[in-house]
């Protein structure tokens, strides 16, 4: 059986008219080509569809109920290409993105904002892992895309199948009550930290590579370190006199809290937050979309479409913070 969909929604509208000049009127075709494709339709079904007379066209039963079946289906079918097609144009549907819980708690949820606001009708749905585990569901395309912070690539996951998008580098800081010794300086050096017990993120947030470069440059590296998944709890065991924290602070991150305050550590060592999608693999469009408003939101341009770079490159490309903006340099 050869039926064509041309054939069936011809057949639906001379149903629904009851005439084959309105028909014809309606796929701007003329009247003997509305007559032939119904009658092709009818050798194929081997079916009597319409009694015609010189005044009027009536449906058989057969064409009745042919009608009534077929009506819907076109319908459901338009329905959903219109469906998928507003899909394709990254105005609906889901898109689901991987972020460390600390990310998820600070500047995720602005670009969320930003996104919402410009797609009302597409929804991202944010799932919350560990850095590791961020960086394993976008490779293996169990997500969209993911948001992540790194310093070095993740000896666990092969940087050939990621893109990145740097978003912005944060400096890592001294986290100390106002009353500290070491409050009375301007910037603290990595070394000013050996009398103090150490406070900071856990491996989760991608803190723990980020660190240990200058722990082993400042003969630090052996020293115990307090790690914690959350921003808040640093702050508190810093607040309760428990040690020196050491956190990235910007105006991405959350805030160590206002009892606080904060010394930039020197030599300067930053966290660089990035976007990251399969390598080789498009993206949606509204995944497409949703990444564009994501980039926009860290004030840089959206690469996201184009030729990316490896997780790699993003985190070997100099930068320099200034006012909480990133400044690529070539």
């Known amino acids: 059986m050869n039926v064509s969909l041309q054939q069936l929604k011809v057949f639906v509208a001379v149903a629904r008219e009851r005439s084959f000049t309105r028909a014809a009127r309606e796929f701007d075709l003329t009247q003997s080509a509305v007559s032939r494709c119904v009658r092709e339709l009818e050798e194929a079904v081997e079916l009597k569809l319409f009694d015609r007379t010189t005044r009027q066209v009536e449906l058989t039963n057969a064409g009745a109920s042919l009608e009534r079946r077929i009506g819907r289906l076109i319908d459901?079918?338009?329905?959903?290409?219109?469906?998928e097609r507003a899909a394709y144009d990254g105005r609906t549907g889901v898109v689901v993105l991987a972020s460390n819980p600390v990310l998820s708690s600070s500047w995720v949820p602005r670009a969320l904002a930003r996104c919402a606001s410009a797609f009302p009708d597409l929804m991202v749905s944010v799932k919350d892992q560990p850095q590791s585990g961020a960086l394993a569901s976008v490779a293996h395309g169990e997500v969209d895309f993911g948001v992540v912070s790194l310093a070095s690539p993740v000896e666990s996951i092969d940087n050939h199948l990621l893109h990145a998008q740097v978003l912005f580098a944060t400096p890592m800081h001294a986290v100390i009550p106002p009353t500290h010794p070491l409050a009375q300086h301007d910037s603290i050096a990595w070394r000013a930290l050996h009398a103090w017990p150490l406070i900071t993120l856990n491996?989760?947030?991608?803190?723990r590579a980020?660190?240990?470069p200058a722990f082993a440059a400042s003969e630090l590296k052996r020293r115990p370190i307090q790690e914690l998944g959350h921003v808040a709890a640093v702050s508190r065991m810093v607040e309760l006199g428990l040690g020196v924290g050491i956190l990235p602070v910007d105006a991405y991150w959350p805030s160590p809290g206002s009892t606080l305050v904060s010394r930039p550590l020197v030599p300067e060592t930053t966290l660089t937050t990035v976007l990251v999608h399969r390598r080789n693999r498009s993206l949606r469009p509204n995944a497409a979309a949703a990444w564009a408003q994501f980039a926009a939101s860290a004030n840089v341009p959206s690469h996201a479409g184009r030729a990316g770079i490896s997780v790699a490159q993003a985190l070997n490309r100099p930068?320099?913070?200034r006012g909480g903006t990133l400044l690529s340099e070539p």
């Open 76 to 83: 459901e079918l338009e329905l959903t290409l219109l469906e």
């Open 319 to 321: 930068s320099i913070a």
């Open 203 to 207: 491996a989760d947030t991608g803190m």
């Open 210 to 212: 980020a660190l240990e």
